[in-house]
């Protein structure tokens, strides 16, 4: 609590907020208005009616609940696994002293900056000639693979805070390097974990190129988005509706846990009170 | 029986089961309890991180046009490349678009932290509004914002004609004059929510007695912005401008959705390049060879920050 503030940042504040939520109102709107009217822009007002039509066509038309399925299974699976490896490469970077430490630890953060094309094309061939094509796995494995980079800088840049006086603690009261991962470090690094597995958890579910890659009849909903769009006529309205649904998990997840990506993405600032 | 057996320490499962008991960890050296917490996950890292850009270096040599066989090519692809007039617009795009998209994403974001900082409580709600553009994904936004851009009846059009500047009103991403900048607008819209919350997170995290102090001292809320909020939250805008610039170096999908790297390649970045190149014309080689270049310029950006990052165990 800063307080003091003056009277004019909170109407600011909301009346950016509101400009900024513009473009998901347009969203909703056009998932409720007829296509004729759609058609002369989702803001205009010369004719108005509601309707439910384009939420029963998607419903009826496409496999929605099963692309939903998918996507929570892929969501899920992806998510979970960096939740628990990211935290012990990371505890083993910060705290252990090994060969190649620097080396892979420079390895495995540069990748972030690697592009997810650039996966496509060799993955696309080595999951063809192991039969993976169409399995969630193919799409799973660089999911989870491809966030280390920052699950693991996350993580890392949470520990550069962590009192060594515990570490040492344990280390003088017989704890080997494992035991203090598990009983010290592990317990007291639930917020970066957390923040780690909302992101990957928002990323995974929104990703769009893998699966339309790799997957054929296993389509997660934004695959199955795109499909819809693909579809040469002008029904704006159903995309919009599948875009919510789409939408709306992720949108959930984040509005729940936003206090512990908050307190995730918190960073070293010198503030040891 | 079974059961029994191989809970028993000295059942027939033999050294394995040995070694992971607890008095066998206590005594792991470092360098064992390391390799083991990351060999899990060097698996799924050497799979899809590591075997992909030792693939696509091996590709950047041949010369492969469609089915025909590859042929080693040495350096071709890279000389080729370098007289490419539209390989050397996409780095150029490339380079606005990541430099833009990531100032104006961390100067807003980081703006509205410092103002939603001196009343959080008020402001919470605005922030998980603008916060919820991130949660929207690439694709679905691009839907979005072609009902904003359309040319004939688009919401950016409309607001023109109706505040009576006709005159402005033109197919905003059709223009290859104002294609890349609207594309980077709403690339904007979606990341600001980033730099949003770890900035937020960083003023959070100042000491309360700070801003006591000042106040005490008789500071108004703009010198407490000025000399207390702005320089203690730059740990947050660090991590915020290297995570967005990072993100704008990889971002396709919204390009794919609103322009698809038109009008003239006037938004074509390297990523889009490197797909139209293999995906498209299948010339895988040449397509691997601008991505390994986009590679090495952005290794050379990043390896001082993550070097910094990255000094010896405690």
Redesign the interface.
């Given at each position: 609590?800063?307080?003091?503030?003056?009277g004019w940042?909170?109407p600011?504040?909301?009346a950016?907020?509101?400009i900024?939520?513009?473009?998901?109102v347009?969203?909703v709107v056009?998932s409720l208005r007829p296509i004729s009217e759609i058609?002369?822009?989702?803001?205009?007002l010369q004719e108005f009616t509601l309707t439910l039509d384009a939420w029963i066509v998607v419903w009826d038309k496409y496999p929605l609940a099963y692309a939903f399925w998918i996507s929570t299974k892929i969501a899920v699976i992806s998510t979970i696994?960096p939740m628990l490896?990211?935290p012990?490469?990371a505890?083993?970077?910060?705290?252990?002293?090994?060969?190649f430490?620097?080396l892979?630890?420079?390895?495995?953060?540069?990748?972030?900056?690697?592009?997810?094309?650039?996966?496509?094309?060799?993955?696309f061939?080595?999951w063809r000639e192991l039969g993976l094509i169409d399995n969630i796995w193919s799409v799973i494995?660089?999911f989870?693979?491809?966030s280390?980079a920052?699950a693991?800088?996350l993580v890392?840049?949470y520990l550069e805070d962590f009192p060594?006086e515990l570490?040492e603690a344990a280390q003088v009261d017989?704890?080997?390097?494992?035991?203090r991962?598990f009983y010290i470090v592990l317990p007291n690094a639930l917020t970066p974990i957390a923040a780690v597995g909302i992101l990957q958890f928002?990323w995974t579910?929104?990703?769009?190129?893998l699966p339309v890659v790799f997957l054929r009849d296993e389509l997660p909903l934004?695959a199955l988005?795109?499909r819809i769009?693909g579809v040469y006529d002008r029904n704006?309205d159903q995309?919009?509706v599948a875009?919510i649904i789409?939408?709306i998990v992720?949108?959930m997840?984040?509005?729940v846990f936003?206090r512990y990506?908050?307190?995730g993405?918190?960073?070293?600032?010198g503030?040891k009170? | 029986m079974a059961l029994a057996e191989t809970a028993s320490p000295d059942g027939p499962i033999g050294p394995s089961t040995a070694r992971l008991r607890p008095a066998a960890l206590r005594q792991l050296s470092d360098t064992q309890a390391a390799w083991l917490l990351l060999t899990p996950l060097l698996l799924f890292f050497g799979v899809s991180v590591i075997y992909p850009v030792i693939e696509t270096i091996r590709l950047s040599f041949f010369e492969i046009r469609g089915l025909a066989p590859p042929k080693f090519d040495g350096f071709g692809n890279y000389i080729r490349l370098f007289s490419d007039a539209n390989f050397l617009n996409s780095m150029k795009v490339t380079l606005v678009w990541a430099l833009t998209a990531t100032f104006f994403s961390v100067l807003i974001g980081w703006g509205l932290a410092m103002l939603c900082s001196l009343n959080p409580q008020k402001t919470l709600v605005f922030r998980v509004m603008i916060f919820a553009a991130y949660g929207v994904s690439e694709a679905v936004s691009g839907f979005m914002w072609l009902g904003i851009y359309r040319p004939d009846y688009g919401l950016l059009n409309g607001i023109l004609e109706a505040i009576g500047l006709t005159n402005l009103t033109q197919p905003w991403l059709g223009n290859p004059s104002t294609a890349l900048g609207s594309v980077i607008v709403a690339y904007v819209w979606t990341q600001v929510g980033l730099p949003l919350m770890t900035c937020f997170a960083s003023i959070q995290s100042i000491p309360k007695n700070l801003f006591e102090a000042a106040y005490i001292d008789g500071a108004k809320s703009g010198s407490v912005m000025r000399h207390i909020i702005a320089p203690l939250s730059m740990p947050g805008v660090r991590v915020a401008i290297f995570i967005n610039l990072l993100n704008s170096l990889k971002a396709f999908d919204l390009i794919f959705m609103l322009t698809g790297g038109g009008p003239v390649r006037s938004t074509e970045t390297v990523g889009f390049f490197m797909y139209r190149e293999s995906m498209l014309n299948f010339k895988l080689g040449y397509g691997a060879a601008s991505t390994v270049i986009l590679l090495i310029a952005v290794l050379v950006v990043s390896i001082p920050l993550i070097l910094k990052r990255t000094g010896d165990a405690k």
């Open positions: 609590m800063i307080g003091r503030a003056p940042i909170v600011l504040v909301g950016f907020a509101l900024w939520i513009v473009p998901i347009g969203l056009t058609i002369l822009g989702w803001w205009s696994i490896l990211a012990a490469a505890y083993a970077f910060h705290f252990l002293k090994f060969r430490r620097r892979l630890l420079i390895l495995i953060i540069n990748a972030f900056v690697l592009p997810n094309q650039v996966v496509i094309i060799p993955l061939r080595l494995i660089p989870a693979g491809l280390f920052w693991v800088f890392k840049n060594n570490i017989g704890c080997g390097p494992l035991a991962f928002m579910w929104n990703g769009l190129l934004t988005l795109a769009q704006w995309v919009a875009a789409t939408t992720p949108l997840i984040f509005i936003q990506f908050t307190a993405a918190q960073t070293k600032s503030s009170e | -």
